[in-house]
């Protein structure tokens, strides 16, 4: 609570300690995500890499003897085995001997997380040749959409985990600090007994070493002022019996009182 404008140290630490939770497990949880998209791309890549390779060398001597019906079966038999937005094979000139493009599919992604992320793999480029003699080229790029969606999936589990041992660690540490901070308390309300005269000790001490020497220190002032106060109440006593009780009868001097 807020008296006199004060914040409490126990909501001091609490809201230092959530504030650290939140940016460490945020940082983890994007980190994690961003090493996922560089692997994803370089997945894409490689896979793009090998798939031109291996179409390249297919479908060389095709291309080589303008066998285009046998060359477009293959590049649709890998088109549709495969997670490829296009592929396209060209001559030596750079003209389009055939091709196979997909359109892009509708976004099961949500199109902030996309641009976020902004995952652009490398197209695989193979050049095919016959003999000693260059006859063509393969280009393929792998569908990146593939890569949106397992990262789309893999960022809400990071995140409601993060999110579950987040919650879970800020109880703890919420406990820990309750625990730490009870001494402090008790320290408070020992100091108001001492107001009232009371001169109890703490028991039993914390198992801070800190907070352990401190109240050690109170409980051995809290002593000595029970000694000073009992010490001073005698002191009083004996003045009051000097000054109103007669020595030899030990009744109470009247004449005294009265002067």
């Not at 999110?163 to 703890?172: K, R």
């Not at 308390?185 to 107001?195: F, N, S, V």
């Amino acid at each position: 609570m807020l008296q006199g404008g004060y914040v409490s140290l126990h909501r001091q630490m609490v809201l230092l300690i959530t504030g650290l939770l939140l940016f460490l497990l945020a940082g983890i949880c994007i980190l994690s995500v961003h090493n996922s998209r560089n692997y994803l791309e370089y997945q894409l890549h490689t896979h793009a890499q090998d798939t031109a390779t291996s179409l390249g060398l297919s479908i060389s001597k095709a291309v080589a003897e303008d066998d285009l019906a046998l060359v477009q079966t293959m590049v649709d038999a890998i088109f549709d085995r495969g997670d490829f937005v296009e592929i396209m094979v060209r001559n030596p000139d750079g003209d389009v001997i055939t091709s196979r493009t997909m359109a892009p599919p509708p976004h099961l992604v949500p199109r902030w997380f996309v641009r976020w992320l902004k995952i652009n793999p490398m197209p695989g480029i193979s050049e095919m040749s016959e003999g000693w003699r260059m006859v063509g080229e393969v280009r393929v790029l792998s569908d990146k959409d593939v890569a949106n969606r397992n990262l789309w999936h893999a960022a809400k589990q990071a995140f409601w985990l993060f999110l579950g041992v987040g919650l879970i660690s800020w109880v703890v540490i919420l406990f820990i600090v309750r625990t730490v901070l009870k001494p402090l308390r008790t320290l408070e309300q020992q100091a108001d007994a001492i107001c009232r005269k009371d001169f109890s000790g703490q028991q039993p001490l914390p198992k801070t070493r800190e907070l352990k020497r401190v109240v050690q220190a109170i409980n051995r002032m809290t002593r000595q002022l029970k000694v000073l106060f009992d010490e001073q109440v005698a002191q009083i006593e004996q003045v009051r019996n000097q000054a109103y009780v007669d020595p030899v009868s030990g009744l109470g001097n009247t004449c005294k009182r009265t002067n």
